[in-house]
């Protein structure tokens, strides 16, 4: 009962595992949260923030649980510590990111921060917990400034900037004879600047921009703009949709006819995941991401195996990124044996860790944003293929970052 | 741009007002004459999207899918009424507005338990699956026709039992003053009830045919539920002919909008809203109170 109000979530929001955590407490408060001396009893604490619940629930769900994954398979110890979890539905709302992200850290006193998916609540994540806060992984969040303005020590990401996802899409675009482009992409912060990141290399290569559609977030009625985009008769369109979005987007354009005469790119999350749900309306469209299901690496299909095995559902980038934000906790908490006091080391161990991702090879930049590989995909009988890799060691500018 | 590129335009205006009006009956029926606030709405399209998805994976068929699912939604809106709504008809707006509101959360959760967190597609049936060209290079798909020409029979139907049928009267009456009609030996109760349910079952009716045009995903009804409400209140209360025309009115407004200030297309329908609310603040067809 004090528990719960003192943090003062409720019993939805906020899932402990078990009486675990009760004990957690008891042995924080007398032993102290942050430092342990090697071989004690208390755990690690893992503050998840993620969203169970709304568009973006998938998204949290498939993070989570190829975390898990990935600590699972390590016997579910960080450097030698039991693990415990708390674990915050982010709703993916703005809002409530300041307040859920206080709990995290203040009354929870956790260790490692997780999370989010949403690049605003990202901002307001990483703006309290940068400096003397608990590492913090991102799985997903993509705004630039998050390793850029934003970046610190002890701040880590293992998704992707928005620069990443857009700046790959110019070249090879231009590489398969399009040179008359469309912009469409939903008007907010993470699309305006993919966007903007694919013209700083679409533009210098030789292409031209017909006319840039930026449609309001989040919503789907597309069919004015197709009309539109079908009277501008360019040689392609780029996008940028995901999740409900991406499915309507697809279907409508294809029903529209214009697969015919318009050639369809987007930013990966367009078809990532999505196959079932769009069906033949996504054959033939072309997208760029770190990731495709086919990836023929054996880190990926080990974890496409496992993760199936442990959740019943398929893996994709989201979940990729979640394991792999698993992958470098584990590298930290390993290198120091558990000591959550020698924050030094463990972020250089975090920083120059090269993780044999189900993506390929991953490393991070001084920023602590990834560098890796980009691929073109296309979809053929309802799965992503590889055309080829769009970008090799793609990396991030990180405008604004006093560590690069 | 050439003028054929305008009638497109409208065509796509006029459809989304149709579209728009589908989305809004169920609202219309409950909170334009019965009154009650229903934050649910949204939900009740998002089941019905959910049903069309699951049933037409079972059946295989989208019309048995929207067969069976009907009956399903109707059932649901019954249990709602009886054991929520109905103890609220003595009571303030508020406590709809609360109750509705912890609906929205019930009905979110039970959609992740039973169909969890992927997004949906829906195929549409074999016999719509085609399109007619409109111009060079685009053309417009028959099954965004159809649902046209289902809002349209749905329209005149509506309105027609409302204002012609002896159920319409007695839902009118109902609505007006309760104690009256009670004591004129009709059976409010029931009354309430059916009606409740056939406002969720179009709301739910209108998610099944939006199915295969949208997609199927969580949250989805929180999407519609706000711009419901705008059609309704720009039509005024009580008038099935308002939220007609105030569903075309935005579908012009907002596809104009998008087309000639594309800067602004996000606020269009609210601007709409606002004007006319100053204008008449009853709504196009409501009756002054």
């Known amino acids: 009962m004090s528990e719960k109000n003192e943090t003062g979530i409720s019993r939805r929001d906020f899932v402990i595992n078990g009486s675990v955590a009760t004990a957690g407490l008891v042995a924080a408060s007398v032993l102290g949260p942050a430092t ?21 629930a998938k998204l949290g769900t498939n993070i989570r649980n190829a975390m ?4 699972a398979e390590a016997g579910n110890k960080l450097g030698g510590r039991e693990i415990e ?36 609540v990202g901002m307001a994540m990483v703006k309290m917990a940068r400096g003397d806060g608990p590492i913090t992984v991102i799985p997903n969040a993509g705004a630039d400034q998050l ?93 940028f949709y995901a999740g409900g979005g991406a499915v309507k987007f697809v279907k409508d354009f294809a029903a529209a006819g214009l697969k015919k005469s318009i050639k369809l790119y987007g930013a990966g999350f367009l078809t990532e995941g999505l196959g079932k749900a769009q069906g033949d309306a996504a054959e033939g469209v072309r997208t760029i991401l770190h990731y495709a ?63 044999d991702s189900p993506r390929g090879k991953l490393r991070f930049s001084k920023s602590h944003n990834p560098i890796h590989d980009i691929y073109l995909r296309e979809v053929v009988k309802g799965v992503n293929r590889v055309v080829r890799v769009a970008a090799k060691d793609q990396d991030d500018p990180a405008t604004g970052c006093s560590m690069a | ?17 149709f579209l728009l009006f589908l989305v809004a009956s169920g609202l219309t029926l409950l909170f334009g004459i019965m009154g009650i606030i229903n934050l649910a709405h949204g939900s009740f399209y998002m089941i019905g999207a959910y049903l069309a998805y699951w049933l037409t994976d079972v059946t295989g068929n989208l019309w048995l899918g929207i067969l069976l699912g009907l009956p399903i939604a109707l059932l649901v809106g019954y249990l709602v009424e009886r054991f929520a709504i109905s103890f609220l008809y003595q009571r303030d707006h508020l406590y709809q507005v609360l109750l509705t509101f912890a609906l929205i959360l019930i009905f979110n959760e039970l959609q ?52 012609k049928t002896r159920l319409g009267m007695m839902i009118r009456a109902g609505a007006s003053n ?44 929180e999407n519609v539920l706000i711009i419901s409400f705008v059609v309704v209140v720009i039509g005024g209360t009580g008038s099935i002919k308002g939220a007609f025309v105030g569903a075309m009115l935005i579908g012009l407004v907002s596809t104009f909008g998008k087309v000639l200030l594309p800067e602004m297309a996000s606020v269009m329908a609210y601007a709409l809203m606002a004007v006319i609310l100053l204008w008449r603040p009853q709504g196009l067809f409501g009756r002054a109170r």
């Open chain 1, 36 to 56: 342990f001396a090697i071989g004690g009893q208390a755990k690690v604490k893992v503050g998840i923030l993620l969203p169970y619940t709304g568009t973006y």
């Open chain 1, 68 to 71: 898990k994954l990935r600590f």
């Open chain 1, 85 to 120: 979890f708390v674990d915050i539905d982010s709703e993916a709302k703005p809002a409530k990111a300041q307040q859920l992200t206080n709990k995290l850290i203040k009354k929870e006193k956790v260790d490692f921060l997780v999370g989010p998916v949403h690049s605003v």
């Open chain 1, 147 to 239: 390793t850029g303005v934003l970046c610190a020590p002890n701040v880590f990401r293992t998704s992707f900037s928005s620069h990443q996802m857009g700046y790959p899409g110019g070249p090879a675009m231009l590489e398969d004879g399009h040179k008359r482009v469309v912009l469409m992409y939903w008007n907010y912060g993470f699309g305006k600047q993919v966007a903007a990141a694919f013209k700083k290399s679409f533009l210098p290569g030789g292409g031209t921009i017909v006319k840039e559609i930026p449609t309001p977030f989040p919503k789907v009625d597309f069919q004015a703009y197709l009309t539109e985009l079908a009277a501008l008769k360019p040689d392609a369109v780029y996008t």
């Open chain 1, 293 to 355: 299901d086919t990836l023929d690496n054996p880190a990926n299909h080990h974890f496409r195996a496992a993760f199936t095995a442990a959740t019943g559902a398929h893996a994709d980038v989201y979940a990729v990124q979640g394991y792999d934000a698993g992958e470098l906790i584990l590298r930290g908490m390993n290198a120091v044996k558990g000591d959550t006091g020698a924050r030094a080391e463990m972020i250089r161990a975090m920083e120059t860790a090269e993780i």
């Open chain 2, 1 to 17: 741009m050439e003028l054929s590129f305008y009638l497109v335009q409208l065509l796509n205006a006029i459809q989304y007002g």
């Open chain 2, 112 to 163: 992740q338990i039973l169909w969890g967190t992927d997004v949906h597609g829906v195929a549409i049936p074999a016999i719509l699956a085609g399109s007619i060209p409109l111009t060079e290079n685009q053309s417009y798909p028959i099954y965004r026709l159809f649902i046209s020409a289902v809002c349209i029979a749905l329209a005149c139907g509506m309105s027609w039992v409302i204002q």
């Open chain 2, 178 to 221: 309760r104690e009256m009609v009670q004591s004129l030996g009709i059976n409010v109760n029931r009354l309430f009830a059916l009606v409740f349910s056939l406002g969720v079952a179009l709301a739910a009716f209108a998610g099944m045919l939006a199915a295969p045009v949208d997609s199927v995903y969580p949250g989805m009804g």
